[in-house]
């Protein structure tokens, strides 16, 4: 069985819906809000820095997006004000951050002027990394671990970046990264400091011609990005001494730095253009380490400290109980550019502040500071492919789980809870997603179920197991090409008692596909209770599932789906390469821990439902910024250790979520939907992007091996006129560019003026 990072949730048991309002007769939790309604503290969102859940989210101290907690700079434009956090006990406002002037509307530049012309953005908005060849040495499987990771994160984001070199050509390609780089063909270019070595010992070019490449770019307005360098062994020969130094204080650091490994969190602060889109609490201190039961965090952490008369400027901390550590995020102006050193391992795993039900970027605060040193070094000047299709600012996914009696048949709660949960979104005009179970052995489950969803219109139907069992421990069982070809599993065959992973998974889409027909798209799947077997995606892959919900942010510490492909994270324990998509669930309608080794669970009723409307709400707020994408399960049953009438309840709060969501300019969309337009998009690749003053941006789109619907396309500045060739379909919408459909392979040139 995987690790996994946090306590999982008790899992999918029984919840309920009915068309009244919240029961008050409902059974009276364990856990509730500390602050009375009538206290003076209490607050419906919090904004005090005073060691009090103020708002009774169950988070003490950190500051919920929102405008009550944004401050009044009285700068102009987007200086005018910043977010608040709370620091030390202290409500703290953030710097405002000036950034490189677009057409938006905005005054980025904070200058009091809109959408002035801007003549620079000569460097090309693409991002490229500086790969020696030993990282690609069977011995350096970290080094391959986070050059894997990085182009992940990069795809993810939709960034543009340069294709990752082979193998074979590592050598060239690291000496043209440089001269690229100088000659201005992209604007930011990633470093590993470790690199320093090589260049004085390796360096075919020379250590100065490499560094005077790498000094042109920066000054022309370039962003160089290093890695935890590491300053020259004092016992070298004098030469590599000299030489290394002279890297490091060109760095605009001292040649030394100090080893951690017991940092407990960073500390960001804004002011630099890199850290323009961190705008909350959880991106702005990140929690570093791996097992968070383990007594200290294990993630390695390099401290400098600037070079005197360099003016570097320090915006990241690591730190412990007893203070600042010392500075592990720092940015050296130079010439029209500048340099950034990070200190810590920003493509690793961050220690998860819950399993799910809170806002955790984990690894995505290294996107978002990487989308803001490519606004820097390209002046603003930006195209990538959106996270969203369309114009939204992010996607919610509501998904329920069938896996009870009260979600399948009619009682004292009314209609089956899933017919009631899909008329309310009907009724919302939005598509759910339903993972079903299909347990006719303890004879709850009916054929008509999945009928009555689909004949209202809701997303395509996943499978959710025959028997709704932990199958962590469950033998593989013959599946796939054997299976085939031996002994398939039907529901005559089927043995209850000796459950497999890959009967629970056959017979339960036999099952479907019998009642929806041969045809009906049953691509999707969620395991029980979120336990998960090694063997799982293997076995998904082989019975033609693609896309997959039984992982949780708290598993893959990002608010974007995971391509099982290519994250290397999970893909040795759990993924193993299988070309199935993985939508993590940001939130849910229970609260998991355990208690002396026994695990509980807080349901979602009339008494926590305003805690789980605070927790929601700041995850889809946060991920609205973020273009994120919040996979939401809520069971249409009652639920544990409530009565029947709580599935009015969880009705109303999916009600609340949605039209919450909406607010926000987020799209509101069935898991298939979102899938079809990821999966396309991960593939789809920009190349030979340009931008200059009097022809705009210009570039090519190729399409991977499977259709792109939907494909956006957003600009760093508004956009008037868009030509494509070949001629196909599109919508232009402000700094949106939207093409409603594109075929697998397609290679497509643009102009975007």
């Known amino acids: 069985m ?77 200086c005018a004000d910043a977010p608040a956090v709370c620091r030390d006990g202290t409500r703290v406002c953030t710097a405002a951050v000036k950034v490189a002037e677009v057409l938006d509307g905005r005054d980025n530049d904070c200058d009091g002027q809109t959408d002035e012309a801007d003549s620079g953005g000569a460097l090309q908005p693409v991002i490229r990394f500086m790969v020696p060849p030993y990282m690609f040495s069977k011995e350096e499987e970290y080094s391959a671990l986070q050059r894997g990771m990085l182009e992940h994160t990069l ?21 043209d990264a440089a001269s690229a780089a100088a000659n201005g063909e992209v604007s930011v270019l990633i470093v590993p400091g470790y690199l320093l070595s090589y260049l004085i010992v390796g360096a075919e070019a020379g250590p100065s011609a490499v560094r005077a490449n790498l000094q042109a770019f920066v000054e022309k307005g370039g962003v160089l990005v290093v890695f935890m360098p590491i300053g020259p062994n004092p016992k070298a020969p004098a030469e590599e001494v000299e030489e290394g130094t002279a890297m490091m204080n060109w760095l605009g650091l001292k040649s030394t730095h100090t080893q951690h490994l017991n940092a407990r969190w960073l500390r960001i602060e804004r002011g630099v253009p890199a850290t323009n889109l961190l705008d909350g609490s959880e991106e702005l201190d ?113 998904s329920h789980d069938i896996d009870a009696p009260d979600a399948d048949n009619s009682g004292v709660w009314g209609e089956p809870g899933v017919i009631q949960m899909a008329d309310m979104e009907k009724a919302e005009g939005v598509r759910g997603t339903y ?18 969803v689909r004949s209202r219109g809701m997303g395509p139907a996943g499978g959710h197991g025959v028997m709704h069992i932990d199958w ?58 979120l336990g998960i077997n090694p063997r799982q995606y293997d076995i998904l892959h082989s019975f033609g599932v693609r896309y997959d919900s039984s992982l949780s942010t708290g598993d893959t510490r990002t608010g974007w789906p995971v391509d099982g492909r290519n994250f290397p994270m999970l893909d040795k324990d759990l993924l193993h390469g299988r070309d199935i ?30 805690r789980f409307m605070l927790m929601w709400r700041n995850t889809l707020r946060n991920q609205a910024q973020n273009g994120g994408i919040v996979t939401q399960l809520v069971h249409p049953s009652f639920g544990v250790g409530v009565g029947p009438t709580n599935l009015a309840c969880k009705i109303e709060a999916v009600r609340r979520s949605i039209r919450e969501a909406k607010s926000l300019g987020m799209r509101v969309e069935p898991m298939a939907d979102v899938f079809d337009f990821w999966r ?44 494509v060739t070949p001629e196909r379909p599109f919508e232009l919408d402000g700094d949106i560019v939207t093409f409603p459909s594109l075929a697998k392979g397609e290679d497509l040139t643009f102009i975007a003026k």
């Open 472 to 529: 962590t421990e469950s033998p593989p069982g013959l599946c796939g090409k054997d299976q085939s070809t031996c002994c398939p599993i039907t529901s005559e065959t089927y043995d209850p008692k000796n459950r497999t992973v890959c009967g629970e998974v056959d017979v339960a889409l036999q099952r479907l596909r019998k009642v929806l027909g041969a045809t009906a798209r049953l691509d999707g799947w969620r395991t029980p209770y």
């Open 435 to 452: 993972f079903i179970t299909t347990d006719y052995e303890n004879a709850y489950y009916h054929d008509e179920v999945p009928k009555m």
């Open 680 to 723: 396309g998009r991960i593939d789809t690749r920009l190349r030979d992007l340009r931008w200059n003053p009097t022809q705009g941006y210009s570039g090519r789109i190729v399409v991977g091996p499977q259709p792109a619907p939907r494909l956006t396309l957003q600009f760093g500045d508004r956009v008037q006129s868009f030509k």
């Open 155 to 175: 795809i993810q984001a939709g960034l543009p970046f340069h294709p990752m070199p082979s193998a074979d050509n590592a050598d060239a390609d690291f000496f």
């Open 286 to 398: 990140v929690w570093l380490g791996g097992d968070p039961t383990a007594t200290t965090p294990t993630v390695e952490t390099l401290v400098y400290e600037p070079r005197i008369g360099s003016d570097t400027q320090v915006f990241a901390t690591a730190r412990n109980a007893k203070g600042s550590m010392g500075a592990v995020g720092l940015r050296r102006p130079l010439g029209k550019g500048a340099i950034y050193t990070i200190g810590w391992d920003a493509l690793g795993y961050t220690e998860p502040r819950c399993y799910v039900n809170c806002y955790d970027p984990g690894v995505d605060v290294f996107t978002q500071l990487l989308r803001g040193m490519l606004h820097e070094g390209s002046r603003g000047h930006t195209v990538r492919l959106h996270t969203v299709p369309g114009k939204g600012t992010g996607i919610l996914v509501p």
């Open 581 to 610: 998509v993985v939508f993590p669930i940001s939130i849910e309608d229970g609260i998991g821990w355990y208690v002396n080794g026994k695990e509980q669970r807080l349901e979602l009723s009339q008494w926590t439902l305003n």
């Open 2 to 78: 995987v690790k996994r990072w946090w306590t999982r949730p008790l899992g999918i048991l029984a919840c309920l819906l009915t068309s009244a309002g919240c029961s008050d007769k409902a059974p009276k939790p364990t856990w509730v809000c500390p602050v009375a309604e009538d206290d003076p503290a209490r607050e419906a969102t919090e904004t005090r820095c005073d060691g009090i859940d103020n708002d009774c989210d169950g988070i003490t101290d950190v500051l919920p997006v929102d405008p009550a907690n944004r401050c009044a700079i009285g700068a102009a434009g987007v």
